[in-house]
């Protein structure tokens, strides 16, 4: 098969390409705009393909919004499935500027879908969010659980998913499938891909940066949260695991199977101060890490049901260790220097 991979020079992105590469003789085709992907990233996916005697993924670099030329593309190739990763995905950003996440998520998706759909292409698999389920009443939330977004990043992913189960419950020949992701966090165990973003405010990675000394001392975002220890509690997932999850869909999608929604995430949760601590220990580095009032718009713990995902695809996570995802964390961090 032809795929085509949106965001494939980005963290989540990269990792998916990452695997198709070494697991399928699919081929790989990457649409970025390299707004927070990187041109290195293409080219160590390139040299990993080569190393293997692989076809290196053909890259375009395009913004999704320049509809005229994604409409080009689709003329002049044919892609049989589609993985999209490209999108806008800060929480407070989406607060402070809300059209920037509904044009570049809702709407450029819900274009993307169009010319897809129009072009015959015949799946797609798209990345969700947990937060599409807002402040669920449960800690450990399913597939089923009320989906509340209570920011516009997550109800801009939302709306997509709705574009998509309304297109394919349309039209049969079109499935997809929906991974709502919970906490992803590691880099690629061999270093050659990790996540590079100005800014970062993801707690495996800001206390890398701290552990490293990048960061004179990081935040505790509340302490009061009806949690074991006060702090916020998250589902932790290795990147290469939520990678291989885009894989099996492509597979159940390939075989013939329905359109789906399923959560990625461990099942398990960790609270801030525990993901603190096994940093502290992975880097041997006490570093001051300050409490501080609560995140605007932060749930108390959020832990994904990965029944569905488990009894349905053929999904085997293999990196399931906090302490694993930290040291990869840190060794990532070592290696990029500042970004
Ligand atoms: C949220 C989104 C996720 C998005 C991510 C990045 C939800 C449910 N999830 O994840 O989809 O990709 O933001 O914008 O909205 N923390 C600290 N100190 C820090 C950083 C974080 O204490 O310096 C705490 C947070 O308060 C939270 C936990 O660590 O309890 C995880 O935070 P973070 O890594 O930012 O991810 P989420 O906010 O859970």
Redesign the pocket.
Known sequence: MHILVTGGAGYIGSHVVKQLIEETDHHVSILDNLSTGHERTIKTLGAIATQMGKEAPTFYQEDLKNFAAIEALFQSVRFDAIIHFAAS????ESVENPLKYYMNNTVNTTHLINVAKHHGVRHFIFSS???V??EPDTPQVSETTPTE???P??RSKLMSERVLIDTSAAHEDFTHVILR?????GADVACRIGQSFPNA???????AQTALGRREK?????ED?DTPDG????DYIHVDDLASAHLRALEYLAEGNRSNIFNVGYGKGFS?KE?IETMRGVSGVDFR?DI?P??A???AM?ISDNTKIRSTLTWKPIYDDLKLICESALAWERQVDGL
């Open positions: 995905i800060v929480v407070p969010t947990a937060a389920y807002g977004p209570i920011n990043y997550g992701y919970f906490n992803v966090a405010t993801h707690l495996i990675k800001v206390s990081m935040m505790i975002f509340g949260f702090t916020g509690v998250r801030v993901v890490a501080a609560r995140r718009g932060d749930p959020l």
